[in-house]
């Protein structure tokens, strides 16, 4: 009878516990308030940039690099354009046009394979932005959840990270510098 109630009340108990652990957030925005050089979108991203990085697996491991170029520009509306081009170490190439229309607090982000807009956020010397990605997985694709935050370091270089889940659990990682161009 006692081993039946410890797993009859242990299940609840660990899905309360991994509620509570989930509900434990990360950094906010404006935890970067005051952080300097400043990074506003629409300042940094203008003209021509280009970017190198790493794409990891779950465990950490480093599963392919890539080099990038962002053609950035904005309208006199304040929507911004940023036109990327990727260029991966096993071959594959892949475009994504992100469209910026200023919000409350910062901007709505879209582009083609962005199933569920973004919202991008800026304080101080960084960046926020969580939307969900369409990614090919197998010969079909999954939507997984993009978690993107982007440090200004120097006047002309920012250090992106993004942390890549599925149904919650973490797939993968993005680590990535972009330097604007002289």
Known sequence: MAALLKSRY???????ILLFM???????????????????????FQGELSARGVVKDRSGKVIRHFDATID???DANGVGTLDEVFEYSDGETDTRVWTLEPRQGGYHATAGDVTEPGSMEF???????????????????????????MYRVTENTVINETEMTYWGVK?????????KQP
Do not use: K
């Open 10 to 16: 242990l299940t609840p108990i660990l899905l309360l």
């Open 22 to 44: 989930s509900g434990c957030s990360g950094p906010a925005i404006n935890d970067y308030a005051g952080q300097e050089p400043e990074l506003v979108p629409s300042e940094f």
């Open 72 to 74: 950035a520009s904005w």
């Open 123 to 149: 304080e101080g010397n960084a960046i926020h932005m969580n939307y969900v990605l369409e990614v090919p997985y197998g010969d079909s694709t999954i939507n997984v959840r993009m978690d993107d935050w």
């Open 171 to 179: 797939v993968g990682e993005i680590v990535l510098v972009i330097q």
